[in-house]
Structures are given as structure tokens and as C-alpha cells.
Nanobody, 122 residues
Framework: QLQLVESGGGLVQAGDSLRLSCVAS????????MAWFRQAPGKEREFVAA????????LYADSAKGRFTIARDNAKNTVFLQMNSLKPEDTAVYYC???????????????WGQGTQVTISS
């Protein structure tokens, strides 16, 4: 399994942008599909975006389409989530995850980071 470490979260205002990063170690990064999930207080963890092994295929939750972009740099063992036009409802802990395919279900991912807090003020 991969070890994953997220960074880039913080407190910003509505309309601002943030770029999350997740650095992987321990196995061959390019062998895994990657995803971002988020969990707000009192809510279940939800899918945000996923990307396949080479980065040529992506999936987005409806809430992320048009505002968020997932990308990866296999040379740097890193997956990114560029978040634009942020809204207060985007406030959550964001987790990156690794799996064998780019599913939308969290149960299909076997490696998880510790999460990074994103807070959007109105």
C-alpha cells in the first residue's frame, strides 16, 4: 500500500482558490489510480474527483464539475486538486486515496492520507 500525505488546506474566503497536494511513497505511484474525497462535520465521506494511472481519464462529482481539477505528476509521486470558486459548502476535511481503479466509492480505495482541512468563509 501507499503512504499518502496531503497538504495545501487552509482558511480562505468564498470565491478564492486552493490547490491541494498529496505526495505518495512506498510503492510505484503510477500503478495506482488516485482520488480525492471530503468529509464535512456530521456528514459521510463523499467522492470529489478521481484520476486514472496515467492521468488521461478523470471523474468528478457534480459538485466539483467546472470548479475543481484533479491532476497527477507521476515523476513527483503527487496528485493535485485545484479548487476554484470555492463555496462555504466546500468546507470539509479533504482526503486523498489510492486504489486499483478510479472508482467513486470510498470502499474501493485501500490507502488513505490523514486529511487536510479546508475552510471557506462566506
Amino acid at each position: 500500500q501507499l503512504q499518502l500525505v496531503e497538504s495545501g488546506g487552509g482558511l480562505v474566503q468564498a470565491g478564492d482558490s486552493l490547490r491541494l497536494s498529496c505526495v505518495a511513497s512506498g510503492r510505484t505511484f503510477s500503478h495506482y489510480c488516485m482520488a480525492w474525497f471530503r468529509q464535512a462535520p456530521g456528514k459521510e465521506r463523499e467522492f470529489v474527483a478521481a484520476i486514472n494511472w496515467g492521468g488521461g481519464r478523470t471523474l468528478y462529482a457534480d459538485s466539483a464539475k467546472g470548479r475543481f481539477t484533479i491532476a497527477r505528476d507521476n515523476a513527483k509521486n503527487t496528485v493535485f486538486l485545484q479548487m476554484n470558486s470555492l463555496k462555504p459548502e466546500d468546507t470539509a476535511v479533504y482526503y486523498c486515496a489510492a486504489g486499483n481503479y478510479y472508482y467513486t466509492s470510498s470502499t474501493q480505495y485501500h490507502s488513505w492520507g490523514q486529511g487536510t482541512q479546508v475552510t471557506i468563509s462566506s
